[in-house]
């Protein structure tokens, strides 16, 4: 069992540490073995053109058809073609993301509300058991 996402231009990125963590960007061009130009466009994922660091992203399965070191217009025409966003959006990884943040962003009084619904289910599942224990 090889590896299968390699860093390569048009490979799409999370990044994972500084202002920018968090959102998605494309590897534009290869540094050297420890960094890479990376470009978001920042119209689309906030991400401006910058070198940065491979221990700072993350590979994502995603890759986009461009050619080394293009140009914003041409990054974000490639994206909208593959549709790029879309396919994120709708990966597990994102969606596991999306419901960090959102757990991450409750109030007292939801994680109190949370627990109850919690204990609501656990209680009817309980039941539920011990009723088909008691049929068998």
Do not use: H
């Amino acid at each position: 069992m090889g590896f299968s996402r390699f860093v390569e231009v048009g490979r799409v990125v999370l990044i994972t540490y500084g202002p920018s963590a968090g959102k998605l960007a494309t590897v534009i061009d290869i540094v050297d073995q420890n960094k890479c130009l990376v470009d978001g466009p920042e119209e689309i994922t906030g991400v401006s053109r910058q070198v940065i660091s491979y221990s700072r992203i993350q590979l994502t399965d995603l890759k986009v058809n461009i050619q080394r070191n293009a140009r914003a217009k041409t990054l974000k025409a490639a994206l909208k073609e593959a549709d790029t966003m879309a396919k994120w959006e709708g990966s597990e990884w994102a969606k596991k993301l999306a419901a960090k943040s959102k757990r991450a962003s409750l109030s007292d009084f939801d994680r109190f509300k949370v627990m109850l619904a919690k204990k609501q289910k656990s209680k009817i599942i309980a039941q539920k058991k011990s009723r088909s224990s008691k049929t068998k």
